[in-house]
């Protein structure tokens, strides 16, 4: 199975993948980086780039991002997940044509791409846990502070987003 992946997703271009959501401080840098680590576990992380950015201009402050917050980088090494230092950066209407997947984490989130992007004619736009069957938010943990079950809703998109991206 792990050699068949391989061999389809070699004779593609690059997959690329962008993850938003509100400040790009908790949710989008999780999946970022929960998405990189399954990529590397599968031998796919040369032929799969990824990306997070912000929709909203709310945690750029001067034209720089802020940082992910640490209750996001906790949860990411309480579950074993490598990252690195990184700021909140802007999404844009360009970004739409640059990358294959841009997924976002809620109905906010999904209608504010699609308005930054001018619509969504490829349909390249969804939500996370669409690739898990399920329609549903993942809710910010900024605000419940229940990082534990975004990170676990999060993985659990990402391994269903992997697999379409494995199959297609």
């Known amino acids: ?61 001067g034209g720089i991002g802020n940082l992910m917050d640490p209750r996001a980088e906790r949860e990411l090494t309480k579950q074993g997940v490598p990252f690195t230092q990184r700021r909140a950066q802007l999404t844009t209407k360009e970004d739409y044509a640059k990358y294959d997947y841009l997924v976002a984490m809620d ?25 898990t069957g399920s329609y549903n938010d993942i809710d910010d943990p900024w605000y419940s502070n229940d990082f534990e079950t975004a990170f676990q809703e999060i993985k659990r998109g990402c391994e269903g987003l992997l697999a379409k991206i494995v199959e297609d």
């Open 1 to 61: 199975m792990q050699e068949r992946a391989n061999e389809s997703m070699d004779k593609k271009q690059e997959t690329k993948i962008l993850f938003v959501c509100h400040g790009n401080i908790c949710r989008s840098p999780m999946a970022e980086f929960i998405m990189k680590q399954l990529l590397a576990e599968k031998g796919l992380d040369k032929l799969v780039s990824v990306d997070s950015k912000v929709i909203s201009s709310e945690e750029i402050i």
């Open 107 to 131: 109905n906010e989130n999904l209608l504010a791409l699609n308005q930054i992007c001018g619509g969504d004619p490829d349909r390249k736009e969804y939500k996370l846990l669409q690739f």
